[in-house]
């Protein structure tokens, strides 16, 4: 009798602590997986905001179940640290621009070469292509998986000298560029003076007559108050250089594969979103510098420009030719 009662609380015991474990389980597995974004703009740059949309869609389609949070302002690191830690999993998404990605996946050097596009409806045509997919995919062996593209406009040049309205109006002024092989040679092409330096140091350069400008987006040279010292805006729209949301790949492969193509849809559906808020911005950008006074001078033909840059497409490897020429066939 004694026994039989042991041998009862035993199971009763047993049968508590399984039902103990499993609600355990349940609680365990209820929990949001969540993941973390890294952006080094603000949180009002219409990147962040596709960051934003991308993050709201995918906690939307998961019921809850995944939670992207979005970091903005480099809180996580700058851009290159970033990249490290998104290609072994310590964060699971970034945005970025394609230039750091050439390290890890050579073509990407193409997307970036000198009046490559016809127009930025051309380099829709070819990052929304199989050619866009290509390169989102090159990047896997890499440890990344790439998702969409995002919009970063067009660079053209400013300076505080004189309108730019020939190849031979850039002749001996000093621009400053990004400390890039590629940006050094291009201004170089033109007969200015290429002039590596920090972003940040811009604005007090041209002030100073350390530099004479520099060249970027709307939005740039409108955030920066460039457009206070550097009064004349020529509109050559050089490089169109998109920017890519890429994850981790040791973050996706941990997630199911209706997860991953969640995720992956997501990040495309992002993109109609963010490419009106940067052309939202780039207007209110356009608005106020012309308000300013400013001298806004638009290319009516760049045929010249181009035509300097033969060289470096001539100092292209015969690999990155074929990309280059598979790009410019898109809608011809």
């Keep these: ?40 703009h603000g949180a009002d740059y219409p990147t962040t905001q596709g960051d934003y949309e991308f993050a709201r869609l995918v906690e939307e389609r998961t019921n809850g179940r995944i939670k992207i949070e979005v970091y903005p302002g480099s809180q996580l690191g700058e851009e290159r640290a970033v990249i490290e830690q998104v290609q072994f999993g310590a964060i699971d998404f970034t945005r970025v621009s394609i230039s750091p990605l050439a390290a890890f996946a050579p073509d990407f050097n193409a997307l970036q070469m000198p009046y490559l596009y016809r127009s930025p409806e051309h380099m829709w045509e ?11 995919n090159s990047l896997e062996p890499s440890g990344f998986v790439g998702l969409s593209w995002f919009d970063s406009g067009a660079r053209s040049f400013y300076n505080s000298v004189r309108p730019i309205k020939t190849v031979a109006d850039l002749a001996g002024l000093k621009i400053r560029v990004q400390e890039s092989a590629l940006m050094v040679g291009l201004v170089e092409a033109l007969g200015a003076v290429a002039t590596p330096m920090p972003f940040g140091e811009v604005y007090s350069a041209i002030q100073t007559g350390v530099i004479d400008g520099a060249e970027n987006n709307w939005p740039s040279y409108y955030s920066t108050s460039h457009y206070e010292v550097a009064g004349f805006y020529t509109l ?16 996706m492969d941990k997630l199911s594969s209706e997860d991953q193509k969640i995720i992956k849809q997501a990040a495309k559906d992002s993109m109609a979103f963010q490419i009106k808020a940067w052309a939202d911005y780039e207007k209110v950008a356009e608005d106020a510098v012309i308000a300013n006074g400013n001298e806004i001078y638009r290319l009516p033909d760049n045929s010249e420009f181009q035509a300097a840059m033969q060289p470096l497409y001539d100092a292209l490897s015969p690999d990155l030719q074929k990309v280059v020429a598979k790009v410019r066939a898109v809608g011809k």
């Design 126 to 136: 070819v990052l929304n292509s199989p050619i866009g997919d290509e390169f989102l």
């Design 1 to 40: 009798m004694k026994r039989g009662i042991v041998v009862l609380l035993l199971v009763l015991l047993t049968a508590g602590f399984s039902f103990a474990a499993g609600n355990a389980e349940k609680e365990v597995s209820s929990e949001p997986i969540v993941l973390r974004l890294a952006e080094t």
């Design 236 to 251: 050559d729209e050089h490089t169109r250089v998109p920017e890519i949301t890429i994850a981790s790949k040791m973050s």
